[in-house]
């Protein structure tokens, strides 16, 4: 059976230690089991197990929504393999063309990527710090940095070439 996860949204809380800090726990179902396991977003490097089943909860097999911008960052900084980060919108036509494509990548290199995407209707923000003008612009970052991006709607083979991953 293959344990792929789905990111299903996002609660904050409040790191006491921090300051204050406002952090972001990801909610990551377990396929295996279906159970929903809190993780600060800086546990991605930790390999986390389920804790019901202990199955892995990683490598990510699909992609993930990001739902804010504090996620975004944290995801972009913690991220334990260069992340490729889809800017799409429910309205784009080659956003849904590209999609599945991105899901090929996601499965076809879970352990190696994380795929991960913006809506920039919900998270503007996120667009504007990253200056997106069309859509769909995909971006890969490694080590918390932009190492590459492309635009357009493109066959996965394509993508993984271009942005060199
Ligand atoms: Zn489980």
């Not at 080659?94 to 190696?112: D, I, M, S, Y």
């Not at 503007?124 to 709607?153: C, L």
């Amino acid at each position: 059976m293959e344990r792929a996860i789905v990111t299903r949204n996002v609660r904050p809380s409040l790191d006491a230690r921090a300051g204050g800090h406002r952090l972001v726990d990801v909610i990551v179902q377990c396929l295996a089991c279906a159970r929903d396991n809190r993780l600060p977003a800086a546990r991605l490097r930790d390999k986390p197990r389920c804790a019901a089943c202990k199955a892995a909860l990683f490598p990510l097999a699909r992609p993930v929504s990001v739902a804010n911008s504090n996620e975004f960052e944290e995801l972009v900084r913690n991220s334990p393999s260069p992340i490729l980060v889809d800017f799409w919108a429910s309205w784009c036509g080659p956003c849904k063309t590209v999609a599945p494509e991105l899901e090929k990548l996601a499965r076809e290199r879970a352990g190696k990527v994380i795929v991960a995407k913006v809506d920039t209707e919900s998270l503007p923000e996120v667009a504007g710090r990253y200056g997106i003008r069309s859509i769909p612009t995909m971006i890969v970052f490694r080590d918390g940095r932009e190492s590459a991006r492309v635009s357009g709607a493109m066959p996965a083979s394509d993508i993984a070439e271009r942005l060199a991953i």
